[in-house]
């Protein structure tokens, strides 16, 4: 359960190029969520993904995580509960560490790390399973570097890695953009099934409207550091990327010009 209250940033206070990224921000997160985050650029999304993180420290308000208050913990703290992907495939993993010692490191996360010399057989085991759901066949291929392997490899072994440890709260940030549409729908397939196989409390931001449509169980749009749309529960399942659009315009009292969420409404994610 992720509760976010008064939950405000700014950047540059007083300055001729001030920001202010979030305002007054409210909201309650069950366990068991998966939240889709839409919005311009500049609307808030990263911002407010930063700010759960440990990234940014909110200038005022809380973020408390299972009844924790977390506002003020650094991010390397909060490793053990939250788990991330970013955009770029690059991040998350060691390109010039092989896929099972990646996969150690992930199993490791949060706890402390000592020095040994060989990785546990039943570890290997793991470590195979998880990767045989990918379909990729990464399974057989432990003991190659992470370098070598494509972009849609490397995001799809991040968010295996990201999972390996059950985290208590899983922030997707744009994690599927850098691929091309197949690639990224085969992430999104897995996404969701790792989801919901273990139940994961998720927070996806997304320029594409296909896919915050299509998955997850709440909207939530952004715009100007603020919420302006939250929908869930019968209005979510019958929305469409145009009534999506309508009623952005309505709320924000703009239309929606941002080129990638335009884009992004012929985007073959089927």
């Known amino acids: 359960m992720l509760i976010i209250k008064n939950l405000n940033k700014t950047f540059f206070p007083g300055e001729v190029n001030e920001k202010k990224a979030l305002c007054n921000i409210n909201y309650h997160f069950f366990k068991g969520d998966f939240v889709t985050i839409i919005g311009g650029n500049g609307a808030g999304k990263s911002t407010l993904l930063n700010c759960i993180a440990g990234v940014y420290i909110p200038d005022t308000g809380s973020v408390l995580l299972d009844d924790e208050d977390i506002t003020n913990i650094p991010e390397y703290k909060r490793a053990g509960k939250i788990a991330r992907v970013f955009q770029d495939p690059l991040k998350g993993t060691a390109a010039s560490m092989t896929l099972e010692e990646n996969l150690v490191m992930a199993l490791k996360r949060g706890q402390k790390r000592s020095l040994r010399k060989a ?63 197949q690639t990224a729908n085969k992430v999104m397939q897995l996404t969701d099934w790792l989801v919901q196989e273990f139940k994961l409390t998720t927070l996806m931001v997304t320029h594409n409207l296909e896919q915050a449509i299509k998955y997850g169980n709440k909207i939530i749009m952004m715009d100007r550091g603020s919420i302006i749309l939250d929908l869930n529960g019968k209005e979510k399942k019958e929305i469409t990327v145009t009534k999506l659009m309508e009623r952005f315009a309505r709320c924000s009292g703009n239309s929606i010009t941002n080129d990638r969420m335009l884009l992004s409404k012929w985007a073959n994610v089927s």
Request: no cysteine.
């Open 119 to 181: 990785i546990k057989e039943k570890e290997v085991k793991l470590f195979r399973e998880r990767l045989a759901v990918l379909g990729l066949g990464l399974e057989n291929r432990l003991k190659d570097k992470v370098g070598l392997l494509s972009g849609g490899q490397r995001q799809a072994l991040t968010l295996l890695m990201a999972t390996l440890q059950k985290p208590d709260l899983l922030l997707l940030d744009e994690h599927t953009a850098a691929l091309d549409p």
